[in-house]
């Protein structure tokens, strides 16, 4: 589908801060090199450059439209357009780092397998996923999607956790790695405007549901689904709107 960079970016700060969590606890020193996979806009690939000035890095991501913004940035970077579910680089990497983008691939076991396979001795996978598809923000979505007249379209488009739980993970990993770091951080985001959590999930989980509805039944499920997220996320008397957001962390060391 199409992302839209512009929609994305407008709760940039907030879509960051995991990132540098992510990054801040990193254990490596001097990696030679580095893969982002799903680099979107490459504003978090900017940061791995700073963080190794000296390290080749690649940016990976399968939007077209994100990668001619992350273009853009004249910062010594690589790019390269591939779809992450096809990923098979010639070459291992000393730093494997996805931040917000493996949710949106299915079948995490076989998937964590082949990331492992591709980090060298020595190396780390760094993982960050969004984990709040309980939330209202996402359960709405699903519920409306799953009901009519829209779920002939959509049904086949629904992933209620796509994210497995945490102890999942460290059985995955824990066979290969030669240490993890696991946890979950849940982020009180602080949003302005009007009905900002439609605005977030518009520029994420919301995007690909409305890509697959004709414009009359996108409209129109667009407008429900705004009525039902400002519901359950109503503003403020200080005109803020409090949005809770779980995010699962993971640092595997090989």
């Given at each position: 589908?199409?992302?839209d960079?512009q929609?994305?970016?407008?709760?940039?700060?907030?879509?960051?801060?995991?990132?540098?969590?992510?990054?801040?606890?990193?254990?490596?020193?001097?990696?030679q090199?580095?893969?982002?996979?799903?680099?979107?806009?490459?504003?978090?690939?900017?940061?791995?450059?700073?963080?190794?000035?000296?390290?080749?890095?690649?940016?990976?991501?399968?939007?077209?439209?994100?990668?001619?913004?992350?273009?853009?940035?004249?910062?010594?970077?690589?790019?390269?357009?591939?779809?992450?579910?096809?990923?098979?680089?010639?070459?291992?990497?000393?730093?494997?780092?996805?931040?917000?983008?493996?949710?949106?691939?299915?079948?995490?076991?076989?998937?964590?397998?082949?990331?492992?396979r591709?980090?060298?001795?020595?190396?780390?996978?760094?993982?960050?996923?969004?984990?709040?598809?309980?939330?209202?923000?996402?359960?709405?979505?699903?519920?409306?999607?799953?009901?009519?007249?829209?779920?002939?379209?959509l049904?086949?488009?629904?992933?209620?956790?796509?994210?497995?739980?945490?102890?999942?993970?460290?059985?995955?990993?824990?066979?290969?790695?030669?240490?993890?770091?696991?946890?979950?951080?849940?982020?009180?985001?602080?949003?302005e405007?009007?009905?900002?959590?439609?605005?977030?999930?518009?520029?994420?989980?919301?995007?690909?549901?409305?890509?697959?509805?004709?414009?009359?039944?996108?409209?129109?499920?667009?407008?429900?689904?705004?009525?039902?997220?400002?519901?359950?996320?109503?503003?403020?008397?200080?005109?803020?709107?409090?949005?809770?957001?779980?995010?699962?962390?993971?640092?595997?060391?090989?």
């Amino acid at each position: 589908m199409s992302w839209d960079p512009q929609q994305y970016g407008r709760f940039a700060g907030q879509r960051l801060r995991p990132a540098l969590d992510l990054i801040a606890r990193i254990p490596i020193e001097n990696p030679q090199t580095v893969v982002d996979l799903g680099c979107g806009t490459g504003n978090v690939t900017r940061i791995l450059r700073e963080r190794w000035p000296r390290a080749s890095i690649t940016g990976i991501d399968g939007s077209p439209q994100m990668l001619a913004e992350a273009r853009k940035l004249e910062v010594g970077l690589a790019w390269e357009h591939c779809e992450l579910a096809a990923w098979t680089p010639p070459a291992k990497f000393d730093l494997v780092f996805s931040n917000a983008a493996l949710h949106w691939l299915d079948g995490h076991p076989a998937l964590f397998a082949r990331l492992c396979r591709n980090v060298t001795a020595g190396g780390v996978l760094a993982v960050q996923m969004p984990r709040n598809f309980g939330a209202p923000s996402h359960t709405l979505m699903h519920e409306l999607a799953a009901s009519p007249p829209w779920c002939e379209a959509l049904a086949d488009l629904l992933r209620p956790q796509p994210v497995l739980a945490p102890e999942a993970y460290y059985d995955l990993l824990a066979p290969h790695a030669r240490s993890l770091d696991i946890w979950e951080a849940d982020y009180l985001q602080v949003l302005e405007g009007e009905n900002p959590v439609a605005e977030w999930t518009k520029g994420t989980w919301l995007a690909p549901l409305l890509a697959a509805l004709a414009a009359p039944a996108r409209a129109a499920f667009e407008a429900e689904y705004r009525r039902r997220v400002a519901r359950a996320y109503p503003q403020r008397p200080d005109g803020k709107t409090l949005f809770p957001f779980r995010r699962l962390f993971i640092v595997a060391g090989f």
